[in-house]
């Protein structure tokens, strides 16, 4: 049985190109929260997919404290990016950090229909207040 794995805080290009090359990977996460130690901006994550070499990949994008608003531009513009570089069947995963239920609705309620069939699932870690 073959293994996958998921790389996660590695944001230097050729070591990401080198593990694609090799087929080691095709799934990459990717913390959009200035507070995480992984934290990757928007341009330089766009960057970074014009640099990749075509494939089908499964794009895990963290959320801690983003408004509503700007992680539906961020999928925006990843829609665009995306179809720029022809990168078809790319998958994209949400995960959340702190989000509320309402934040997950409002989400739903703003994006388009063709970006609402890119994202295959949501993650929500859920950690009660102690």
Not at 3 to 32: P, S
Not at 99 to 119: F, G, V, W, Y
Request: hydrophobic share 40%.
């Amino acid at each position: 049985m073959p293994m996958e794995f998921r790389i996660e805080g590695l944001y230097d290009y050729r070591t990401i190109q080198l593990l694609v090359n090799k087929n080691q990977i095709n799934d990459l996460g990717v913390h959009f929260s200035p507070k995480s130690l992984n934290f990757l901006q928007h341009r330089q994550f766009f960057s970074m997919l014009e640099k990749l070499s075509a494939g089908r990949y499964q794009f895990y994008l963290n959320f801690t404290g983003e408004r509503s608003n700007v992680i539906c531009h961020l999928l925006d513009e990843l829609w665009n990016k995306l179809a720029e570089l022809d990168y078809i069947d790319c998958e994209v995963w949400l995960e959340f950090e702190d989000a509320s239920t309402e934040i997950l609705d409002q989400i739903e309620e703003m994006i388009r229909p063709n970006i609402a069939k890119m994202i295959k699932g949501v993650y929500w870690h859920y950690r009660p207040s102690i």
